[in-house]
């Protein structure tokens, strides 16, 4: 557009920051939630601009299971920045949603079998609005008024993507635990939590429930103009360097895992399974056919994830709803916009030379190097089609925005594995761009301590590290393989064993 | 076009729940006291503040800076709509249609500026400006649920329901949700189907759990379908609920006074609608409140309510909000000025030719005596089924001024079977006349 040329230089990246805040209030206005009524009594004016927190697919990671390598785990997060202290109803997954993990593993994008999670909540006593009428001592205390059961059902695909028959009810009134409310309401909250995971037939584990975001980001400053505090004396505007701060530290997430036999996953043509996870809800019509509410489906997939941060980062405002609905399978038509990604342009204007007068102190970095804004075939190979020879699903070059985790790739004990052999090192959150080239890391699959916000920076600016550069001709330009937000990890230790995730902060402590 | 790819790039290391940052503060704000400690019942612990006026501040200091940035000026124009449903403050309409403006003008094809002009309008009552503006956001980029909502919300107030309805069912086809699920609930209430109408509503229900107002007003509107159908002690139940989740919300309270009249506590009643019009001052709510003080014996107190609300309606006609319809039935209730009344809701009518325009204008022609072409107008008002009592209670006082006094009987009988307190004003007029 040529008006943009009139535009001078810095108000248009203050415009590119305060984009973000004006997607922001779009959200936060829904989350404010609130319509009212204007006066007339007719016209009720429902909300617009909401949000569907609920169906709201914030997460997903699949590794093969450090503890137990002849299995993969699977976690779907839902219901993004939980407040722990989120009285008075608290946060539970919603019984009207369809919550799903689906697996592709013969590469044409198309999942092949998938997990489906129902939720169930009862009501204990219809009298009170109150979450629970005294502390929670188990899962089936009568002081928990609103418990949430579901269960879990295995189905497979046609070629179209089409589901075939029913399925098979892998269990059902499998419990979860209460959210994590505070000393009096649910005290020895670990035991809780560790009675609601459960084992299916079939060595399969599920957990579905409240635990801490295992997410981290400095949003706080990328939202300042996409600002990275340890680079910012690199910034066209330039401020002295500091440390990350995680935004998501002390928030909360609903996770649903399911750790499953490798076997059950994939083929003997390729050990590389593809995955995503979604969430659908009921399509209604004002005048049903059979004037009857359906209580299953017809079934609309509202969010969808895989990689991480492709809706974010990937597909503009236009088109980010739609995205939501499409299937993977559906994903060339997305292609142009990882082709010629406006991260990169937007990293190439901020960080592509140094600011007038030079950096502000003495960081060892420098300006980026000029990152290509077309042809990205770097981006649509890792995070469309996946990279042959490592994650790609046989040899499919079909674009599909899955997960990708090659399962013949095990983990050490710790959950490491550099260069490809069992290690002894701790797993580098850096995975296969970081110094131990640790291949166990996103994109091959993703651990909860991969730093995907760090490993998506220098991915988008051409700086993939020695190993993939090495190994798989990928760029790696200098000092763009230095990028980072300055958050490196979560804000608690995960566990080495199922479900992994840290348990949710209690309300009480973290208001 | 090029500012919203840009938009998309600050997403940059973005995140699924970018969004909610400052939303999370709302959230927190709007959490009363610990569980346990709250009583289950009853306007409750203190008003949430909502963050929104900081936001607003925020970006007032951003746009100093730098006073042509579009992205804050669209931010800003939607805080502005916010703020004035918090407040009920019309001023905040002009601040944003100013700001949204502003976006426009430095960015024709801005995708949020154009949807927000378009719920703008609709809060302003100014439908076919909406139906444009929503359409033009549909052009803009025709996969995005909400502006289908725009234009359906439009269309249904000029009456075009059949091309609303296919509207909404497109919408509700594209992204079930909160926002469609409330829709295809309100149209179904309008088609007469309450029990689909509740069951849309409380998927719209689930979907908005978690989200304090949003929530809230979920509640509301089922137990609005419960108070429309004479189910009083329902609708209060749900109106508590929407208390718990959301504390003194006003679109609550006001609900909860009118259930609370339907039992026939009126010293509740009220209590619930003083603390509504304390919250946000709007019309109806004075109008309500009146109308209860005179019920109560009180005329002088009604007096005062009633005098009120010409002071309000001139602060909201100044900022944009047509108010004729709601102007014109207030007046044709009460008596006042009712062949000037009669004019308004002519002109009303035109702008506004929905079954609710259609049925004050009856209304107003059967108060001044015109029944003949008060009765061509109820006809038009009823012609969807809606079952609303105070509709039929106005076919019934059409036909008995035409001397149908079968049909009359017919028509009151309907509306006290419906619903037996209907109306504070109307429901003893109705049952007057059946003795």
Known sequence: MHASSAIARKPVLVAVALGVIALALLLILARAGGPTNAFASSHAEAPLISQDPRADNTDLYAFVSPDNTNTVTMIANYIPLESPAGGPNFYSFDDTVLYEIKVDNNGDGVPDLGYQFRFTTKTHNPDTFLYNTGPITSLTDPNWNRPQTYSVTLVHFNQAGKQEGPGQVLGSDIPTPPDNVGPRSTPNYNSLAAAAVTTLPGNIKVFAGQRDDPFFVDLGSIFDLAGLRPFNPFHLIPLAADSGRDALAGKNVHSIEIQVPISDLVTFSSPTIGIYASASRQKVRILDENGQEQSHGPWVQVSRLGNPLINEVVIPLGDKDYWNREAPADDQQFEKYYNSPEVSKLENLLYGALPPGGPSNGHAGGALQAIDETGRSDLTTILLTGVPGFNQIGSSTTDADLLRLNTAIKPGANGACPGGTASSAPPDRLGPLGPSADLCGYPNGRRLSDDVVDIDLRAFAQGYGTFLHTAFGLPNKTPNNLLGDGVNQNDLPFSGSFPYVAPPHQGYEVP | ?435
């Not at chain 2, 959301?246 to 609608?273: K, M, N, S, W």
């Not at chain 2, 009712?338 to 002109?347: F, K, V």
């Open chain 2, 1 to 435: 076009m090029r500012r919203q790819r840009w938009i998309l790039v600050a997403a940059a290391a973005g995140l699924t729940v970018v969004a909610v940052t400052l939303g999370g503060i709302l959230h927190e704000s709007s959490s009363p006291a610990p569980a346990a400690a709250a009583a289950p019942a009853g306007p409750v612990g203190q008003a949430p503040p909502g963050d929104t006026a900081a936001t607003v501040t925020q970006l007032q200091t951003k746009l100093r800076a730098n006073p042509n940035d579009v992205s804050a000026l669209d931010s800003l124009g939607l805080a502005y709509q916010q703020r004035a449903r918090e407040t009920g403050d019309p001023t905040y309409y002009t601040k944003s249609d100013e700001a949204l403006h502003k976006a426009l003008a430095l960015m024709p094809d801005d995708l949020i500026a154009t949807s927000g002009l378009g719920s703008l309008a609709l809060s302003r009552h100014r439908f076919r400006k909406a139906l444009v503006l929503g359409r033009r956001a549909r052009a803009i980029s025709p996969t995005t649920a909400r502006n289908y909502g725009v234009i359906g919300d439009a269309l249904v107030e000029l009456g075009r329901y059949h091309a609303a309805f296919k509207t909404f069912d497109t919408m509700a086809a594209m992204e079930p949700g909160l926002s469609s699920y409330a829709r295809v609930a309100h149209a179904r209430q309008l088609l007469g189907d309450v029990p689909g109408a509740i069951a849309a509503m409380r998927l719209a229900a689930d979907a908005a759990q978690g989200q304090g107002e949003a929530e809230a007003w979920t509640h509301v509107q089922l137990g609005l379908i419960d108070l429309s159908v004479g189910k009083y002690q329902a609708a209060a139940t749900q109106d508590r609920e929407a208390l718990y989740v959301f504390p003194e919300y006003a679109l609550a309270l006001d609900a909860l006074a009118r259930a609370e009249a339907g039992l026939g506590r009126d010293g509740q009643a009220l209590r619930y609608e003083q603390e509504a019009v304390n919250r946000i001052p709007l019309p109806q709510y004075v109008a309500t409140l009146g109308d209860l003080y005179a019920a109560t014996g009180r005329p002088g107190l009604a007096r005062k309510q009633y005098e009120l609300i010409g002071v309000i309606q001139r602060l909201l006609v100044a900022n944009g909000v047509k108010t004729d319809l709601e102007t014109a039935l207030f007046n044709v209730d009460h008596g006042i000025r009712l062949r000037a009344s009669l004019a308004l809701a002519r002109l009303a009518r035109r702008e506004r030719p929905s079954i609710d325009g259609d049925d004050v204008l009856a209304w107003a022609l059967e108060r001044t005596g015109h029944c003949g072409e008060a009765l061509r107008f109820s006809k038009r008002a009823l012609r969807l089924g809606t079952l609303d009592a105070l509709k039929y209670f106005h076919r019934g006082m059409i036909e008995g001024c035409l001397g149908h006094r079968t049909e009359q009987r017919v028509w009151l009988r309907r509306a006290l079977r419906l619903s037996p307190q209907f109306s504070i004003l109307w429901a003893p007029v109705a049952k007057r006349e059946l003795r």
